[in-house]
C-alpha cells in the first residue's frame, strides 16, 4: 500500500501561480503512474493531468492544457503539479492519487490509492 501526501494549496489571485507537491511512502514509487485530480464544491471529481512512471508520458484535460505542468522525481518520491495562469474556475479541492497501470489513465476509478486533497483557491 502506498500513502500519499499533499501540500502547497493555499490562495492565489487570478493570473498567479502555485506548485502543489505529493509525497509518496510505502512503496516503490516508481511502480506508480500518478495522477492529478481536483473537485469543486457541488460538483464530481474531475481528471486534471497524469504521468506514466517513468515520467514519459503525461495527459492533461483541456481546461488546464498549456498553463498546468505534471512532473515527478523518483528519487524523492514526489509529484508536483506546476499551476500558471490560474483563474477562478481553477477553485478546487487537488487530489493526487496513484494506480499500477502501465498507461496514464484519466478515470478517477482506476486509481488505487488517493491522498487527502490540498485546497486551491483563485480570487478573481
Known amino acids: 500500500q502506498v500513502q500519499l501526501v499533499e501540500s502547497g494549496g493555499g490562495l492565489v489571485q487570478a493570473g498567479g501561480s502555485l506548485r502543489l507537491s505529493c509525497t509518496a511512502s510505502?512503496?516503490?514509487?516508481?511502480?506508480?503512474?500518478m495522477g492529478w485530480f481536483r473537485q469543486a464544491p457541488g460538483k464530481e471529481r474531475e481528471f486534471v493531468a497524469a504521468?506514466?512512471?517513468?515520467?514519459?508520458?503525461?495527459d492533461y484535460a483541456d481546461t488546464v492544457k498549456g498553463r498546468f505542468t505534471i512532473s515527478r522525481d523518483n528519487a524523492k518520491n514526489t509529484v508536483y503539479l506546476q499551476m500558471n495562469s490560474l483563474k477562478p474556475e481553477d477553485t478546487a479541492v487537488y487530489y493526487c492519487?496513484?494506480?499500477?497501470?502501465?498507461?496514464?489513465?484519466?478515470?478517477?476509478?482506476?486509481?488505487?490509492?488517493w491522498g487527502q486533497g490540498t485546497q486551491v483557491t483563485v480570487s478573481a
Open positions: 492519487a496513484a494506480n499500477q497501470a502501465p498507461s496514464v489513465l484519466i478515470t478517477p476509478r482506476r486509481y488505487n490509492y
Open positions: 504521468i506514466s512512471r517513468s515520467g514519459s508520458n503525461r
Open positions: 510505502g512503496h516503490t514509487f516508481s511502480r506508480y503512474a
